[in-house]
């Protein structure tokens, strides 16, 4: 019935339109410049500033939203007792001031005066009370409410078998106290997450899925839209407590958008700030002259690296796992991915390692790998490639992450050191449930977050024995060490800050020489801006806090209209030529 | 009568039999939706608390009862704050409550689907114009430079996979032309068309490579058949007797081709509603099968084979009333 | 019969063109890996880089440059051939072997005695020709991890079979009704042998059409499920994978994403070539 083409210039004409398409893609290997010229300009209010994710927003109800796309919307919508400054120091921004007991069991915070919800309501202390209520009900889901365990009644308010969580009291109309029942030095740090934010009651006294759409609080901007998979929008609150401020009318923020959109978009004005650039990308951008002080590094909090199961051969033997940490070649994950992966040999980033703690880590050495394999009993010869550990070993990674790269390198080198790897991707779902499952899988990718600034909490939930479990283990290496286990115990009930470091230095020691991990590196992104917005810098520890930037709205070049090609003829044909020859 | 209740009970039996065994595989595939809701980071307790809380701890046959069960309800909410369901007179449609977006599934879906038909019916258009009118031109210039030139650009269109025709187009059209949206999925009707050109353009370039070939071939058979050059012997002109005959046979063909390319019309709307940001039921699926939110999966799945069954079901009905032989096979 | 289908094919410059394309890929697959002369999976990070310190382009020492892990292009191009080819024929074979058993147990078993047979087996082509594959490889997928090409073969093979199995069985039961069959089987020839005898040759025809019209969506169902990532794993090379790897750096390096996206296309194109061809050959419904 259908026939097939008799003419082989028919062949030739497919293959010529396509080798012209491509050849298009080929030719740009430049950026646009900067949009506007770059002038100093005081703070101003108006305009729209316009930003992307890769990812969607899965919610921005505070009590429930935790994943970072919605934390960095929840970081306009809604404002804390506490938060960081722009040192990453803790200070208060809903509390005046934070008065804590000499036993460091009762915290005291006396709120600002004329404070007022987006729905008009002013800020009292039962507001907080309320909001933490909510937040820790039984009915809410929220993701970590254990981070709060140790205020007084949390377990009867949790379970259910309580009304109210007796720990928070209502001091007067200003002031809120909490109780805790052990000392804890990282309490004003979850005190921080958006997750204790006050919201509004009109929106709800307990959590119904509706607050997410209505999601109404104290922070500088009050939300008018929000589309699952396409934007976010949100308007200046104009009952802001900080007079004068914020100073962008509206920022919209779009969702799952690809990264390469999201350039294309950025070069042609659409969007005025961009996070998520292609590595490539952003070395185009890094060395272009014209964008120098337009783009910023932002600070880490996060480390990656490989994770051996000590209960599982041949990672038992820790000399292996030691062997692994001196072979992995960490610059050369860091030359694929330049300037995105910093390599680091030790669990704490940079911005948050003490002191103490900054010449401790892992390295690569590839005599000390090979003599390890040899105290392992597992000696290798690279002559004649003979020994090491007989068996193929599987490395778990996430699918469409760098723990794949990662992964292709390190079966490249330990393949030097007599241990053959074998890649297995799977998604993020079945990933979590593998290497949460005891004695399943002897190594893989890994990767944790700092829940807050402060060193614990790269050792606490993923290094002790507390967090190995037969199922849904955090201690995906299921390593477990006495010594480990005490001394974080007791920094977390110290507040001297020198002692601190002291423990935290011998923590790093431990996991160096022992290697639960074979720490890797660290990833971060590069940030850029246009020329016309001000006031904005990567924060060290809160993500693409663009709250308080301001758009010099005078140098943004007009915006295209529908018919954008009339204004970019020059360009148009030039690129009908390569059409038509 | 009886063919037709048949019929239609072949049809809602292959609907259970597609959604039951993507519920089996689902549910039995090692993993645990609790933990990516909860997060990577979230402590064991949290996570046991946010399964009890979705009701992940009961054993499969308990979801599956349940599951089947809300589906389909005749009596009004009893709470209509926490309503799932969609109604339409008295009876609702249940398919749950999305794990991640904590939405109802069915204004999920209700949401998703007015962008993915708009995407389908502008392909569908895009095929069959396109497709139409080259297939005809092809065949009226038969072995010239049209002829060749559109065999050429069927065979790019057919060998080409979605993914790379959408990313062509889009870096072509979009980034270096700028003719047309990046993406996204726009406000007002005339910005949607706009933003809807280029992916509809992706879906519907396959199926147009593949129709025009059918049409021109169907044409070059007809264009030699006794009465067409009688009808040009008489002095019609050439383009009436094209258009006239050709237009109806190029429709008749399409009937069955759409039905049979439903299915590959959705493979390929989930690449190009990726690649495009086009909030539409492709993008829904990937990311609830990526983050495994079983309800909307379900809804999804639901939602295709259904559609999938009545447009053959359709089709079938549509062959039986022109042609009775085919009521007693 | 065979000699003037073969001259027809012979005629048809399209389809010596597909097989012109087909050959050079199959000598590609064979030998490419040796011309390459590295191994596809080791990285040299001793080669040169380029202007942006990442890795090289085209250099005498590999022709096509280095991919984003400092490997050899071209040597990974041809190892992924091998993959694109070996998927796409021999799921063609399993796919096309499925539907035609099938299909004419079903026409055979249709109306008679076993007439249920027929009826299951149709409600689940019917059940099978409506389910949303890709949804359900890639949650299978995405938590399989350990993904082989046999995986890969199965899962192509045993999801595309449906559609042959009804063409099959409306042939059987058009078959099945000619007077020689029918006297085959009233002198008492067992099924099977009737079947295999008289009933797959005359299907023989409308199978080799769908197989090699098969073959080119093979390969691009392979690419697709590559570039979801739920493909073979790495560090195996494979066209749609080096082309998901590839796209990020098309800014900087667009070789990475055209040469596999090229191979790709020529890859579906030749074997669309040839499948028509053979199709027109044995079917010569317009010459």
Redesign the interface.
Known sequence: MRSIPRRPEATRLGVAILGVALATVACEADVAAPLGPRREVPPTQGGVLRSAFFTDVRSLDAATAFDTASAVIEGLIYDQLVTYDRHGKLSPQLAESIEVSPDGLRYTFTLRRGVLFHDGAPLGADDVKRSVERTLHPDTPCPVPSYYERIVGWGEYHEGRAPELTGVRVESEHVVSFQLAQPDATFLHVMALPIMAPVCESAGRTWTREFSRRACGAGPYRLVRFEHGDAVEVERHDGYWQSGKPYVDRIVWYLAMQPFTQRFKFERGDLDYIRELGEADSLLYRRSAAWQGLGEWEQPLSTFGVFMNAELRPFDNRHVRRAVAFALDRDQLAQVRPGHVAPTGRMTPDAIAPEAVRDVGQRHDLDRALEEMRLAGLAWDPATRTGGWPEEIEYLAILDSFGQQAGELLQQQLARIGLRVRIQLVGFPTYLARTGRRRTVPMGSVGWNADYPEPSTFFEPILTSRAIQDEESQNASFFSNAELDALLARARVTTDEAERGRLYRRAEEIVRDEAPWAVAYSYRYFELWQPYLHGYRPHPVLQQDVRFAWLDRGARPARAGLFPWRRRSGRTTLALATVLP | MSWLLRRLA?SA???W??VT??FV??NV?????A?????????????A??RE?LGLDRPLHVRYGRFFGGLISLRPPADP??DSAVRIGGVGLDLG?SY????PVTE?LG?ALPPTLLLGVLALIVQVVVGGVAGCLAAARR?GLLD??T???T??G???????TG??L???F??????FP????GATWGERL?AAALPAATLGLFGAAYYT??V???M??LLRQDWVRTAWAKGLPRWRVLVRHALRNALMPLVTVVG?EL?GL??GA??TE??F?W?GIG?????A????DGPV?FG??LL??ST??AA?FLVDLAYAVLDPRVRRR | MERRALRRFQRNRGAVVGLVIVAGLLAFAAIGPLLAGHDPNTSDFAAARDGLGGPGGPSRAHPLGLDPLFRDLASRLAHGARVSLLVGLVATAVSVSVGAVVGMVSGWAADGRAGFVDSALMRLVDVGLSFPYLLLVMAIGTALGDVTIVTILLVLGLTSWFGTARIVRSKTLQVRSLDFVVASRALGQPSWAVLLRHVLPNVAGPLIVIASASVAQMIIAESVLAYLQVGLPPPTATWGRMLQEGQRYYTVAPRLAVAPGLCIFLGVLGFNLLGEGVRDALDPKET
Request: aromatic share 6%.
């Open positions: 072949v039996f292959t609907v039999a597609v065994a993507t595989v689902f595939l090692p993993e645990d939706p933990r990516v809701i909860a997060g990577p980071q979230a402590r064991p307790a949290d996570v608390r946010i809380q704050a926490t409550v991640l977006r904590r939405r999920l949401k072995n060749w030139g065999v050429a650009l065979l790019i057919i060998s080409a996979p979605t993914f790379l990313l062509l889009q870096h072509f979009a980034r270096t032309l700028g003719w990046l993406d996204g999925y706009h070939r059918l021109r071939d169907e070059l058979v049979l299915g959705v493979g989930i690449v990726k690649i940001r909030p993008s829904l699926s990937v990311d099968i990526v983050e495994r999966v999804v799945v295709l084979a999938v069954v053959n």
